[in-house]
Each structure stands twice: as structure tokens, then as C-alpha cells.
């Protein structure tokens, strides 16, 4: 049987909607530790947030070429995961991981066979890669941006890697994404949103139902 389809919500900012993504079933739950996202969240709030989600959901904290301080305030605060969202390096990468001894998932930006050829510099450093839509040139942040990209590029990838799949997923496309892509799991964060940074309950419930059904 395959393995079941990992959902993540990011973005999240308020206990509220933690308990939200919770009760609709997601896998994991992001918070974004970026102060040019409409989704950052302080250290602070993410301590409380990664306390109230503790054993109950994976949490993840995103983090865009975080300096050495960045990485080990975060990584005290004992996330299940750091997702690294910059041009970090594999070199980088692999000090960041021994750094926070915290697992990581690595985000590549695809635009391009180039960009699809250059994940496999990642994958034996990252414990995940997450692949997202190229942010176009002057974007002021590198995802969260709604922004697709050609599912087909993936086709070149090594079919035994499990990945995870995002950019500009929505509850009307996740389940087309599912069945096209198989992916080992779905990231989301502007689409179940009702303005940039303002969680939806009701998109983030049918995020989740529609993912699954088509898994
Ligand atoms: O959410 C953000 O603002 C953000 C900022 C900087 C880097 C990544 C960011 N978000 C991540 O980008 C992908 C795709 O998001 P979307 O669903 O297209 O909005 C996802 O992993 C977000 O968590």
C-alpha cells in the first residue's frame, strides 16, 4: 500500500487557526519566521504555538538563509522540522542540520529542467525536498506567493524520490496536483487564505478533505 499523502498547512499565525488545521486532519503544520511575509510569526509566538502543537502534529519552522543566531533561537524551541526557503547551499544545508540537530526540509524553486536537474545536489543532505514555484524576478520573498509552476517538469525526476509539492495549490487544484504529481505530500499556504496572512478555516478544512480524497 502506499504510503499516505503528508499534508501541511504553513503560514499559520494565531492558536486558533493551529487548532483549526489540527482538527481538519493536516500532518504538519509551518510557521513562517520571515519579517517580509505577511506570515511572520516572532520567536515568541512561535514558542507558543510550537507548545500547544507538541505531539500532536509535526511542526515545522520556515526560515529563508537564516545566520547561525536565527538557526539555533529556532532550533531551541524544538520544532520537528526547519524548512530552509533561501538560496541556501547543499554545503549550508548541511551546517544548518548539524547546527540545530533538527531535521530538514529543503524548498527548490522550479522554473526549469535546470532547476528540476539541481535537486539532486540536495537529496542525500535534506530529509525532504519540497519543490515550489520560481518566484518571479523583483518578487520580495522567495514562496508564498500563489505562483504554480509545469507539474510536467517533475516528470524528469527520479521516480524513487519522495517529494513534497508547492506552489499555489488551492482546494479547487489539490486533488488534480495529487493524482497528477503523486507526490509524497502537499504544502499550502496562500490557497487556504482569505487575504495575504489571513487564514481561512473553511479553505484550510477543504484543503485537507479534497487532498485526501484523491490520495
Ligand atoms: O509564506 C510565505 O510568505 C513565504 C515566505 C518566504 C518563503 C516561503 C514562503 N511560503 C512557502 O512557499 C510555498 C508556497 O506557498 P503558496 O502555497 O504558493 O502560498 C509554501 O511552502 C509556503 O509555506
Redesign the pocket.
Known amino acids: 500500500m502506499a504510503d499516505p499523502l503528508i499534508v501541511?498547512i504553513?503560514?499559520i499565525k494565531t492558536p486558533d487557526i493551529l487548532e483549526a488545521a489540527i482538527a481538519a486532519g493536516a500532518d504538519m503544520v509551518?510557521f513562517?519566521h520571515?519579517v517580509?511575509?505577511?506570515?511572520?510569526a516572532s520567536i515568541e509566538d512561535i514558542a507558543t504555538l510550537i507548545s500547544l502543537a507538541r505531539g500532536r502534529v509535526e511542526t515545522c519552522v520556515?526560515l529563508?538563509n537564516p545566520d547561525n543566531s536565527c538557526v539555533a533561537e529556532v532550533a531551541a524551541l524544538g520544532p520537528d522540522w526547519i524548512?530552509l526557503?533561501?538560496p541556501e547551499t547543499p554545503h549550508r544545508v548541511e551546517a544548518i542540520r548539524a547546527e540545530a540537530g533538527v531535521e530538514i526540509i529543503k524548498?527548490l524553486p522550479i522554473g526549469s529542467a535546470e532547476d528540476v536537474a539541481h535537486i539532486a545536489d540536495f537529496v542525500d543532505i535534506a530529509d525532504r525536498i519540497?519543490v515550489?514555484?520560481k518566484p518571479p524576478k523583483g518578487a520580495d520573498?522567495?514562496?508564498?506567493?500563489?505562483?504554480?509552476f509545469d507539474w510536467a517538469l517533475l516528470k524528469a525526476l527520479d521516480p524513487a524520490l519522495q517529494f513534497?509539492l508547492?506552489?499555489?495549490?488551492?482546494p479547487e487544484t489539490v486533488a488534480d496536483a495529487v493524482r497528477t504529481v503523486r507526490p509524497f505530500g502537499v504544502?499550502?499556504?496562500?490557497?487556504?487564505?482569505s487575504a495575504?496572512?489571513v487564514k481561512d478555516k473553511r479553505l484550510i478544512e477543504a484543503f485537507i478533505r479534497n487532498a485526501r480524497a484523491a490520495s
Open positions: 501541511k504553513c503560514g509551518g513562517v520571515f517580509r511575509s505577511p506570515r511572520h520556515l529563508v524548512q526557503h533561501g524548498a519540497l515550489d514555484a520573498r522567495p514562496g508564498g506567493l500563489g505562483e504554480t513534497m508547492s506552489g499555489g495549490l488551492t504544502d499550502v499556504s496562500s490557497g487556504v487564505e495575504p496572512g
